[in-house]
């Protein structure tokens, strides 16, 4: 007797369409609300906080870093904001956060003061480590403990490197120092006289400065007033009586 083989069910086809609606209505709903998130306040810049500015004011660091209020705040890159930011040649370092909805903080850091000029109307000038120049009136800068430059042409090529010198020497190597002048020569075009507080007369380079500081300050702490050559060779001569009586008076 043969048994009877059970009747298989074809299974049901899976309902492909109720996926298909499902994702058309995710998809304009995305659609929709990216359009109105786009179009609302809160995808814009509504605020930008600059901190840590003396020598450039705000506009200045919005407009290097294409800023405005009412751009898009998503699609405003930190990484690239602080790149525009620090073309400013008196910017060393900028950090960019994003605080939604909107806020964008930017903390500058500026390059350092490492020198002081007059103008020839006599307004006082920063000259900061970037070889920047910069018109300042703010009280506040101490100049006492910066040299004061004289005598410099604004197309000195000798004088962006001075400043990129005195920048990488520690400051209180150069407390002593009140004035540097150039006086080229063949041999050395970058060749500087420095004039200290304690009445030394230096002669050195820019090249060599930063070399030669310690030999300077090192003379400077044990022997009397006088001049110092810091070249190839290093001399030092004591001021006769005279000449020290014409250091004083000056």
Do not use: C
């Not at 904001?81 to 008196?90: A, D, P, Q, S």
Request: no cysteine; glycine share 4%.
């Amino acid at each position: 007797m043969q048994s009877q083989m059970p009747v298989l069910k074809e299974p049901e086809p899976k309902k492909k369409g109720n996926k298909k609606i499902i994702a058309i209505i995710v998809i304009l709903f995305l659609a929709i609300f990216s359009i109105i998130f786009f179009n609302s306040t809160l995808s814009k810049i509504t605020e930008v906080q600059i901190t840590g500015t003396q020598f450039v004011n705000g506009a200045e660091v919005m407009s290097a870093a294409g800023l405005k209020v009412g751009d898009s705040f998503v699609f405003s890159s930190a990484e690239e904001i602080e790149n525009k930011v620090t073309t400013l040649n008196t910017i060393n370092k900028a950090v960019v956060t994003k605080h939604f909805p909107g806020i964008i903080k930017i903390a500058v850091t500026e390059y350092s003061v490492v020198a002081f000029e007059f103008d020839n109307s006599g307004e006082l000038i920063a000259l900061l480590a970037s070889g920047a120049s910069i018109k300042t009136t703010n009280d506040r800068i101490q100049i006492m403990d910066k040299p004061i430059l004289t005598g410099w042409s604004k197309d000195d090529p000798y004088k962006n490197e001075l400043m990129k010198q005195l920048a990488s020497i520690d400051s209180t190597l150069l407390a002593d120092i009140s004035e540097i002048a150039p006086i080229p020569s063949v041999a050395f075009p970058d060749r500087i006289l420095i004039y200290t507080r304690t009445k030394f007369e230096v002669t050195t380079a820019v090249s060599l400065i930063r070399e030669k500081v310690e030999a300077m300050n090192g003379v400077i702490e044990t022997q009397a007033p006088g001049k110092l050559t810091l070249l190839l060779a290093d001399t030092y001569e004591p001021f006769n009586r005279e000449e020290m009586e014409n250091t004083e008076t000056e």
